[in-house]
Structure formats: structure tokens, C-alpha cells
T-cell receptor, first 111, second 113 residues
Framework: SAVISQKPSRDICQRGTSLTIQCQVDSQVTMMFWYRQQPGQSLTLIATANQGSEATYESGFVIDKFPISRPNLTFSTLTVSNMSPEDSSIYLC????????FGSGTRLTVV | DAKTTQPPSMDCAEGRAANLPCNHSTISGNEYVYWYRQIHSQGPQYIIHGLKNNETNEMASLIITEDRKSSTLILPHATLRDTAVYYCMNSNAGGTSYGKLTFGQGTILTVHP
């Protein structure tokens, strides 16, 4: 299965600022996804990152808060904008396939 | 909402088989059953998936009932490193949602010495 590099692995950010998380895959993949895992909770899908077009967001997530880029078939970014402490979570990217692969996650703390 | 239900927690003795159940009564004909696990502070790890036949790989076995409304993940010889949260999910095998997963709360499996 695909190998995913996600960075940063963790960050502590001030409220009101933005953080961009990068996801790099070692092979071309059609489907890429971004998830959020709040403390003590399961994973929730934020959006599907579509190559060459706007991301498809799940209910409760909007582009202004979580803009996503997908410039090619191996790379995507997720930005968490105008952060508040409630955005403190682990953010993970994944790629579709028979055995969906996940990055190791970005642990974000907003203070 | 998650389309599967699992017990919140289970215990297993090291070296014994761990049998983790999952109910997926609303599974549709083109959806596979997937199992993942998440060890603390790591990204989810793929374990196994199946459509209607039982499956086995180097990690586990998957038993799917004939009506496909439930399944059991079997770790044949659990070790302490198998302590994790185990998630079962339904997902389409193709199309635009390929790989799009809906996570429930999972089962916390604790393997003890």
C-alpha cells in the first residue's frame, strides 16, 4: 500500500492564526481524504481532496475554515484557518485503495 | 452516523484468540467490510477487508455471516502489542467514495499478560 508522509507531526499555535498541513504520497493516487480526531474521539471525515477541482466537504465543515489544495496526484494540503482552542485535534490524511492508508497525523494544540 | 455497532471494550489474555464482533445490519450489496485498528497516538492501520467470503491474512481472519449483517475479526494469538482501538466499517469498493470511511467509536481491546 501507499506510504504517506505527513508534516508537521505536531505544532502548538496561537489562536487566530492558521496552520497548513502537508500530505505527500509515494505514488499517484486518485482519492485523498482528510480526517479530524478530536481528543478521546473517533475519526471524522472533513473532506475529499479532488485533484484539479475544489474539495468536497462533509456536513459541518466549510472551505473557509479548512481550505484544501490538491495540485497533483501525490500531494495535498489542509489549512486550519483562524484557529481556536476547539480546533485542537489530530488531523490525518488518507489515500483510497483496497487497504486505505493513513498518514501518522498532525497533533495540533491551539493556545 | 456510523453504520456499524461494536462493543465499547474487550479484554483478552496474551496468547489467546481475540474475537471482535461487529454488527453492520444496513450494509448494502456493493459495500465491503473493513477492519482497522489505531494504536495510541498513531494513524489507523489497515487490517483486513472482505465482501462475503471469509478472509485471512498475516494479521487476522475475518468471518462474515451469510446474511452479511455481522462479522468477527479474529486475532489468533493476541500479543500485548495488539492493544488498540479496533474499528469495523462498511465502504464501497469503487467509485468516487472509494476509500472514504465512516468511523464509529470502535472497540478498545486490551490484551493483558
Amino acid at each position: 500500500s501507499a506510504v504517506i508522509s505527513q508534516k508537521p507531526s505536531r505544532d502548538i499555535c496561537q489562536r487566530g492564526t492558521s496552520l497548513t498541513i502537508q500530505c505527500q504520497v509515494d505514488s499517484q493516487v486518485t482519492m485523498m481524504f482528510w480526517y479530524r480526531q478530536q481528543p478521546g474521539q473517533s475519526l471524522t471525515l472533513i473532506a475529499t481532496a479532488n485533484q484539479g477541482s475544489e474539495a468536497t466537504y462533509e456536513s459541518g465543515f466549510v472551505i473557509d475554515k479548512f481550505p484544501i489544495s490538491r495540485p497533483n496526484l501525490t500531494f495535498s494540503t489542509l489549512t486550519v484557518s483562524n484557529m481556536s482552542p476547539e480546533d485542537s485535534s489530530i488531523y490525518l490524511c488518507s489515500v483510497g485503495g483496497q487497504g486505505v492508508a493513513f498518514g501518522s497525523g498532525t497533533r495540533l494544540t491551539v493556545v | 452516523d456510523a453504520k456499524t455497532t461494536q462493543p465499547p471494550s474487550m479484554d483478552c489474555a496474551e496468547g489467546r484468540a481475540a474475537n471482535l464482533p461487529c454488527n453492520h445490519s444496513t450494509i448494502s450489496g456493493n459495500e465491503y467490510v473493513y477492519w482497522y485498528r489505531q494504536i495510541h497516538s498513531q494513524g489507523p492501520q489497515y487490517i483486513i477487508h472482505g465482501l462475503k467470503n471469509n478472509e485471512t491474512n498475516e494479521m487476522a481472519s475475518l468471518i462474515i455471516t451469510e446474511d452479511r449483517k455481522s462479522s468477527t475479526l479474529i486475532l489468533p494469538h493476541a500479543t500485548l502489542r495488539d492493544t488498540a482501538v479496533y474499528y469495523c466499517m462498511n465502504s464501497n469498493a469503487g467509485g468516487t467514495s472509494y476509500g472514504k470511511l465512516t468511523f464509529g467509536q470502535g472497540t478498545i481491546l486490551t490484551v493483558h499478560p
